[in-house]
DNA sequence: TTAATTCGGATAACAATAGTCCGATTTTTA
DNA sequence: TAAAAATCGGACTATTGTTATCCGAATTAA
């Protein structure tokens, strides 16, 4: 129902701390602790960000993360891509066509796909510099 | 994960059925079995639809449902209000704070809210009539 | 060597979505 | 007036996806 997952929306608010924090490598403990986020489904969510390049994970003691990229240069769409496979806002616009069992029955892949689009530019067009200018 | 629930899906594809016949009265059975979705499910999707003025509904044998206004006046926003209580992306944008146990810890809000009211800026001024221009 | 951290896989708990069942009511028509 | 075909409404079940947890291994600074 058009929402946002609790692994991006803790990701972006750990991006948004990393922003904040910037220059520092900071702990997934230490971001759980402040935002109040479950840390081990932290941890995980920060995993997948490392994996995906758009944060840098140094590990052992005194390791934690840090952001890759300047703040402005990482959007919100990167980083849904990054935690969830598909971002499709109907099943027929998936890749592969098994997502859709219905598909010779779909009326409606041309206008949503549009829609897709329209939403997908707001998603490339919002970064985590956004984030950080509260 | 942003995406619409198949409620809303069905809703969306009955609604363009129903204006590519406009005029006529259509069965929940005719558009169920024309588009291949579960029937009781779709009838459920086009009782609620009723209740919001979406669609009138005729009872008895010949009944069926037909398009309450213009297509061009029916937005997809208005469907997925009428289909589901929140259509928002996170947690902390819901009216009854409730439904936010971090709303303390929550530093996204305001970002979030632009992000929300861009996406209801599309969601308004996508309509039925743009789903039948196929 | 120890302590604090990330990493990785498995699994459990929970919630939401999707779908079904069944009986009641309505209305047309034969 | 009876039968048939439709909507209505509530309860229920099945399935899936999300969220969260557990635990041991690997890494690295002090």
């Known amino acids: 129902?058009?929402?946002?997952?609790?692994?991006?929306?803790?990701?972006?608010?750990?991006?948004?701390?990393?922003?904040?924090?910037?220059?520092?490598?900071?702990?997934a403990k230490e971001i759980s602790e402040q935002l109040n986020i479950?840390?081990?489904?932290?941890?995980?969510?920060?995993?997948?960000?490392?994996?995906?390049?758009?944060?840098?994970?140094?590990?052992?003691?005194?390791?934690?993360?840090?952001?890759?990229?300047?703040?402005?240069?990482?959007?919100?769409?990167?980083?849904?891509?990054?935690?969830?496979?598909?971002?499709?806002i109907v099943d027929c616009l998936s890749n592969d066509q098994e997502n859709c069992d219905r598909i010779n029955f779909c009326t409606i892949k041309n206008p949503m796909n549009k829609l897709q689009e329209k939403i997908n530019f707001l998603l490339n067009n919002t970064t985590i510099a956004e984030f950080s200018e509260v």
């Open 1 to 27: 129902m058009l929402k946002l997952s609790k692994k991006i929306e803790y990701g972006i608010q750990a991006l948004q701390y990393m922003a904040n924090n910037s220059g520092s490598v900071i702990s």
């Open 38 to 88: 479950p840390y081990e489904f932290l941890s995980k969510t920060l995993q997948i960000l490392n994996k995906n390049g758009i944060i840098i994970s140094q590990q052992g003691i005194k390791g934690g993360y840090i952001l890759a990229r300047d703040p402005k240069s990482t959007t919100v769409a990167e980083i849904i891509k990054a935690l969830e496979e598909n971002a499709i």
